[in-house]
């Protein structure tokens, strides 16, 4: 799994994985699935949104930060 984009997003993702494995595992399928190819995602603070898409030529999961 490749990742590129924002880097708060990406610290994010990680802290989910080490945190709730089973919830990252959701977040990738969604992403790989769905049919905008992408997932939405909070920040541990719970405010700040992030969205994962997928590209499924490359393979690579940008992570960018969304404004409220």
């Known amino acids: ?3 590129v984009g924002d880097n708060d ?3 994010e993702l990680k802290n989910i994985k080490e945190n709730n494995l ?3 595992k959701y977040l990738i399928k969604e ?3 769905s049919l905008n190819r992408s997932a939405e995602f909070k920040g541990k603070d719970g ?3 992030y ?3 997928y590209n499924p ?3 690579e999961f940008t992570v960018e930060k969304l404004t409220s």
């Open 1 to 3: 799994m490749k990742l």
């Open 9 to 11: 997003g990406i610290e």
């Open 22 to 24: 089973f919830y990252l």
């Open 31 to 33: 992403a790989e699935t």
């Open 47 to 49: 405010k700040q949104k």
């Open 51 to 53: 969205k994962m898409s």
């Open 57 to 59: 030529m490359t393979r």
